[in-house]
């Protein structure tokens, strides 16, 4: 217990601990840094067939996805923006695991891929098992952040 006043007298004495009891430090996943540290796949990609570009209402990530597509095949993904971590984190999973990817198996993934952090086994086989790393029900906080580069390539293979 604190018995002399340090500062203002008027502060109640349950405050004058610090730091407090119940301090949780929330921490990134070592797996978000992994990805998003793979940035192969950023910048512009010089003659795409499809652009997209989307603004998250909620946290203001801006992300801009290049798709180059053959013969209804993807061929190479670029993104680029102003976006955090677990954005950049998706984005660069998205663009690595997209490419030589029939247009079809891409939008099936991309319209059920909220179901992932519902633990939902509708991926069990192919490179979109991977997205389970980073969206799981510890990142449910960083969903939207999370699924901006997915909802951004669907925009733009539906254009």
Known sequence: MVTQRIANPSIPVRFWAWPPQEFD???IDKEIFKIASNTLNYGFLENHSHM?????????????IYIKVRKDKIIKVKYEGNFCIYCNASASLLAEKSKNRSIKD??????NSASLFNNQNKFKKGNWTTFKKIMNK???SRK???????KTLLKALNN
Not at 54 to 64: E, F, N, R, T
Not at 144 to 150: G, V
Request: proline share 3%.
């Open 25 to 27: 430090i929330i921490m």
């Open 52 to 64: 997209s570009s989307l603004k998250s209402s909620v946290c203001g990530d801006q992300i801009k």
């Open 106 to 111: 891409t939008i099936i993934f991309l319209k």
């Open 138 to 140: 510890t990142n449910l």
């Open 144 to 150: 939207e952040c999370l699924l901006l580069p997915l």
